[in-house]
């Protein structure tokens, strides 16, 4: 059997085993239930709390650090002629280091989950359906296929279904659709196999909703064999993937892994060569060279800068599920945008009206009653006078939209205007009030008679009313082509003429210039039928001949507010915004041009021309392609694909179900919150709560900011790391006391991470929007940091080595070495110094403003005072071997530790010159 919306209703009706007029029996339907199962979606697959908690662990910094703890562990054990707590100190150091990032990234994405803890179904829960030769409701899970649906304006489809029957039938599917305006539905249309959903004019679909008519339909599908259960499976096929920053950390993982490894073996296998000291005191030295070339505390100020990060987000109405993703906007080259509900309104509204030979413009967005009416003059409405001052084709027009509609409009407990009904019929509704036309009021005045319903094939609807003089007046509103051929006269402000051929040419005219704004354009007209009540009825044919044209109403689903900025800062930022909607080509294309992001060699690509492509051949055009029109929710997963097979960080937003797919398979998906379904937000990794598209370009900011200051503090550890690997490994080789690996841990995790959390917040830099993305193949560092990277360690590690050799007394007791004691204060107060210096990369820190970050300053001066605290205690000495120093000393150590800032500067001015230089003279 052919698709049922290629198929006649006959021969479904037969299939299924169906009866229009009495449905199912109830044994019938029990029977098939219980072989078909419930009309349900699956649970999407999420894991548990055990194993998110576990995921935090996996990183090969982690898993490095807990081989390093469990050799530390075996360490301490020998060590039986000390107290437990030094036995074991390094190796409970590292476990709580490591049990603090995994509880912060997992509170962090749990906190995350909650606020989104939305069922991902969207099947109604209850649907009335014809049983037994009477209609009942029932819950939409007990729905089989064969069964009736009696649907009215307001319901909700419970399963796809073929039309038996309609009466002006209207549907709302942009959710799966991405089109803005209802879909007339027609028991008689002729729809072609290959047919888009939205091109399905005898079929309805679950999650979809009736805004207009009432129908009688046949459920042909339920749970997964719908729709909505196809891009259910299809969402679920798209597996987990990394964020750039995660593959990017995972590769500097490995390195450092592979590198403390190599280094660790090469002092553990000289050392044995050498044979001068017991196995375990060299697994302590290796311990200790793995410890100081692994930056503890990487993993958990990462966790920290972006849940913090996180936070900043949510304030702004930014809501990211996975940590991870707080800074891949940031990263973002291409931001493929749905265009209905994310950069227009999703609110019909009226631009332009062409009333008695005259052009008006209006103003306001959406459904609220703020707004005028203007020619190029200035103000018509709303009159001071009432609507009985405007031009009276104007009042007519308003009066005709307002009579001849069935949608109304309310206010909601945010104070914002919403639509029950037609989305065109309540941007009429609110037309007619920004003219001061008050449908109550005039309703009042028309007493409803009779009223032809819009269906598909007559495309125009009428009304017909007694009004106040006790006239029968016939109200019309329909396409321009179908209506003005109906129209004898036409109305002017001095009086009705006769609608000749020139005329007919001038009102075509303007309503293809409407049209080509992308206007949807609507006719109106209005006849006297009879001056006074009583005689023969007029049959319905009679009402809609001979009508006197009143004009012409041209509306728009409208950009939001602040989107077109929004885009215009994207691409200053480098980044290329890309419209993708299930809405036809022309009105993208005008929607494009408006919000400014069609270019003068633009591509423009439509579902049917997409298949028609190879993924090869979309991947060699993509990069040309600023609007998709048409598309389906298969075609937006290939566009994203296309997109990444290129080399660009994908982020895709959207609200409907149809985009969920590409949701998930983006770099990252930014669902909307208000208005998005709940599929939506659950395949997303961020969710917008205002659905404002300028607020992803806020988070774009902070994804920058973010990613940016990660780099600074991971520069800020590898620097300071750095020093103490050349101290460690060099040491090594002189015979020198060794820093212990406490001493290491408390350097790399208690004096370097407030530091290194402060950098993580550090202000952003103002001109950062204004430089292209980075490149997503880059590394976390360049060439040129490593190699500072390099001279701060040859640094850091030739004062401290200098602090090793110095003359210093060696008063202590056997094993508290003053050497090793004032090289561990000088590589923990080093980088407080140096930390200064890792606010920018290539300018010098006294040019930066503000000069001195509040949060880095109060990092580095509790870092400073917990360890003089540490050394200066003297309870505290004997864990951490240190001893006493005279003021003198203290003076040479503090010299030596603030001579990175010099050091650095010099390097900076440097670099700066040689960058400068002309390319004959670097």
């Not at 100190?89 to 606020?115: C, M, P, S, T």
């Not at 891009?231 to 964020?243: F, M, P």
């Amino acid at each position: 059997m052919r698709p049922a919306h290629a198929e006649s209703i006959e021969v479904l009706i037969e299939h299924f085993g169906a009866d229009p007029s009495k449905g199912l029996a109830s044994e019938a339907a029990r029977e098939r239930l219980a072989k078909h199962g419930r009309n349900e979606l699956p649970p999407a697959p999420r894991p548990s709390a055990i194993k998110r908690f576990f995921a935090q662990f996996a990183n090969p910094i982690v898993i490095t650090l807990l081989v390093a703890a469990v050799i530390a562990l075996v360490d301490g054990a020998h060590r039986h002629h000390q107290p437990t707590l030094v036995r074991y100190g390094d190796a409970i150091a590292i476990f709580l280091i490591v049990a603090l990032n995994a509880v912060l990234g997992f509170y962090q994405e749990q906190r995350a989950e909650a606020a989104l803890d939305a069922l991902e179904k969207m099947q109604t829960p209850n649907a009335k359906v014809v049983r037994d030769g009477k209609v009942i409701a029932l819950p939409a899970g007990e729905i089989v296929t064969g069964d009736i649906l009696e649907l009215e304006a307001g319901d909700a489809i419970a399963a796809d279904a073929r039309v038996i029957y309609a009466a002006n039938l209207a549907v709302e599917e942009s959710v799966l659709t991405g089109e803005s305006v209802p879909v007339g539905k027609d028991t008689h249309a002729t729809v072609a196999e290959d047919a888009t959903i939205g091109d399905r004019h005898n079929s309805l679909f679950v999650g979809t909703s009736v805004v207009r008519g009432k129908a009688r339909a046949l459920v042909t599908a339920t749970a997964t064999k719908t729709e909505l259960g196809k891009l259910s499976t299809l969402i679920h096929s798209v597996g987990e993937r990394k964020t750039p920053l995660e593959e990017k950390l995972d590769v500097f993982g490995k390195q450092i892994l592979w590198a403390c490894l190599a280094l660790s073996v090469l002092i553990f296998t000289r050392g044995m060569v050498k044979g001068d000291r017991s196995w375990h005191e060299l697994l302590l030295e290796a311990v200790s060279l793995a410890v100081a070339a692994i930056p503890e505390g990487l993993p958990a100020i990462t966790t920290i800068t972006l849940a913090l990060g996180m936070q900043r987000m949510a304030k702004r109405g930014a809501i990211v599920r996975k940590l991870a993703a707080v800074e891949t906007l940031g990263a973002a080259t291409v931001i493929c945008s749905d265009k209905t509900g994310t950069l227009t309104q999703n609110e019909m509204t009226v631009r332009e009206i062409y009333a008695g030979h005259v052009h008006y413009e209006v103003s306001g967005v959406g459904y609220s009653p703020a707004g005028e009416i203007r020619t190029k003059n200035g103000k018509i409405a709303p009159h001071a006078d009432g609507p009985e001052a405007l031009p009276k084709a104007l009042r007519h027009l308003l009066e005709i939209g307002a009579l001849c509609n069935n949608a109304s409009l309310e206010q909601n407990d945010d104070d914002k205007w919403v639509a029950l009904g037609d989305p065109t019929e309540a941007a009429l509704l609110t037309l007619a009030d920004k003219g001061g036309v008050e449908k109550e009021k005039l309703e009042g005045n028309h007493k409803l008679l009779k009223e032809l319903p819009f269906d598909s094939d007559r495309k125009r609807m009428t009304v017909l009313t007694l009004d106040a003089k006790g006239r029968e007046v016939a109200h019309s509103k329909g396409s321009v082509d179908i209506l003005l051929p109906l129209c004898a006269t036409f109305e002017l402000e001095e009086g009705v003429k006769p609608l000749e051929e020139t005329d007919r040419k001038r009102i075509l005219e303007d309503a293809e210039k409407m049209s080509e704004k992308s206007l949807r354009v609507l006719a109106v007209a209005r006849r006297i039928v009879k001056e006074t009540k009583g005689g023969e009825e007029p049959h319905d044919g009679e009402l809609e001949e001979k009508l006197t044209f009143v004009g012409l109403v041209g509306m728009i689903d409208p950009p939001r507010e602040g989107v077109k900025e929004a885009v215009a800062e994207c691409a200053q930022a480098g980044v290329r915004a890309v419209m993708i909607t299930g809405d036809h080509k022309v009105t993208a294309i005008a929607i494009a041009k408006e919000l400014g992001l069609w270019e003068q060699s633009a591509l423009a690509l439509t579902g049917s021309e997409l298949d028609k492509l190879s993924i090869e051949e979309l991947e060699q055009k993509v990069d040309d392609v600023r609007v998709f029109a048409r598309v389906t929710a298969e075609q937006k997963l290939n566009i994203v694909k296309a997109y990444k097979a290129r080399g660009h960080v994908v982020a895709m937003t959207g609200d409907g179900v149809n985009d969920a797919p590409a949701l998930r398979e983006a770099h990252i998906g930014v669902a909307m919150g208000k208005n998005g379904t709940d599929v939506a937000r659950q395949a997303a990794d961020m969710v917008i709560a205002d659905d404002n598209f300028a607020t992803i370009v806020e988070a774009v900011r902070e994804g920058r900011a973010i990613y940016r200051n990660i780099q600074k503090f991971i520069y800020f550890l590898l620097s300071s790391n750095a020093g103490l690997l050349v101290a460690v490994f060099v040491g090594s080789f002189m015979r020198v006391p060794p820093l212990t690996p406490l001493m290491i841990l408390w350097i790399n995790l208690v004096t370097n991470g407030l530091p290194a959390l402060a950098l993580g917040v550090d202000p952003p830099d103002p001109t950062q929007m204004h430089e292209p993305p980075r490149k997503a193949k880059g590394g976390l560092l360049q060439k040129r940091e490593y190699m500072d990277i390099g001279f701060v360690g040859v640094w850091m590690g030739g004062a401290a080595l200098l602090c090793a050799v110095w003359p210093w007394g060696n008063i202590g007791a056997p094993g508290l070495y003053e050497e090793r004691a004032a090289a561990f204060s000088l590589l923990a107060l080093s980088p407080l110094f140096h930390a200064f210096n890792c606010r920018s990369a290539t300018f010098s820190m006294f040019s930066l403003r503000p000069l001195l970050s509040k949060p880095l300053l109060l990092g580095v001066s509790l870092s400073a005072a917990i360890h003089l605290v540490a050394v200066l205690v003297p309870t505290l000495r004997p864990v951490f071997r240190t001893f006493h120093m005279e003021p003198s000393e203290w003076l040479i150590v503090i010299a030596l530790s603030a001579s990175i800032i010099p050091a650095v500067e010099i390097v900076k001015a440097v670099q700066r010159t040689a960058s400068a230089a002309p390319p004959a003279l670097r």
